[in-house]
């Protein structure tokens, strides 16, 4: 069973739109969430992250949404550039347990120019 | 300050042949991953380091996957032998640990291995 969901296994933006990337996931002792932008032959580069005691995390461009209830956090890139296009993974893990990164399945991103 | 640096960046094997990829971690980060990533997948975490203390291996097969961090810093992981399912990218990932701890992981550029 995928305990971190991305739906989306690719999204198309224009250059200069916001891009939006969502993440689902199932379990409820999940209390910190990372966002990982990967290039081809590249090692995943981390990007943002957010604690479960906040709902809004900015960096830059990047936003990360978090909302506890419906157990879904989102991604924002605004405005989105043609470098931004690679493959981003929402990850989460439980700081009262192992520390293991538990990964979606990527979405991969592509910004047209 | 130098990232995670892995070697090598490719290796092809034929079945039932030992491999072994080699990890050094960021500077200074006291805890190591060990993940293999399957094409469409997100990455899967094999063994995790505390120092030389391999502190959560319970998703590594042991059969045939053993891995060490002697001295701490670097550290090797092995397959004996391969398998054709074993056909994955291997990531290696360091964090500051301790007092510093931090829960961002800090990626290699991977292995990626292809037995044949």
């Known amino acids: 069973d995928q305990q971190v969901k991305q739906n989306s296994p690719s999204l198309s933006v224009q250059e200069g739109r916001i891009s939006i990337l969502n993440c689902d996931y199932t379990n409820s002792m999940f209390d910190y969430f990372l966002w990982y932008k990967k290039y081809p032959a590249e090692g995943p580069t981390f990007l943002i992250s957010i604690s479960s005691i906040k709902d809004k995390n900015e960096d830059g461009r990047f936003t990360v949404f978090l909302n506890k209830s419906a157990k879904h956090l989102s991604l924002h890139i605004v405005p989105s550039q043609p470098g931004d296009s690679a493959v981003y993974f929402c990850a989460a893990l439980s700081g009262a347990g192992s520390y293991q990164l538990t990964f979606g399945k990527g979405t991969k991103l592509s910004v047209i120019p | 300050e130098a990232g995670v640096v892995q070697s090598p960046r490719y290796k092809i094997i034929e079945k039932k042949q030992p491999v072994a990829f080699w990890c050094n971690p960021i500077s200074g980060h006291n805890t190591l991953y060990w993940y293999r990533q399957n094409l469409g997948q997100g990455p899967e975490l094999l063994i995790r380091?505390?120092?030389?203390?391999?502190?959560?291996d319970s998703q590594l097969p042991k059969d045939r996957f053993s891995a060490e961090r002697l001295k701490g810093v670097d550290s090797t992981l092995k397959i004996q032998p391969a398998e054709l399912g074993d056909s994955a990218v291997y990531l290696c990932a360091s964090s500051l640990g301790g007092s510093g701890f931090s829960y961002e992981q800090y990626f290699g550029p991977g292995t990626r291995l292809t037995v044949t």
């Open positions: 380091y505390e120092n030389e203390e391999a502190v959560d």
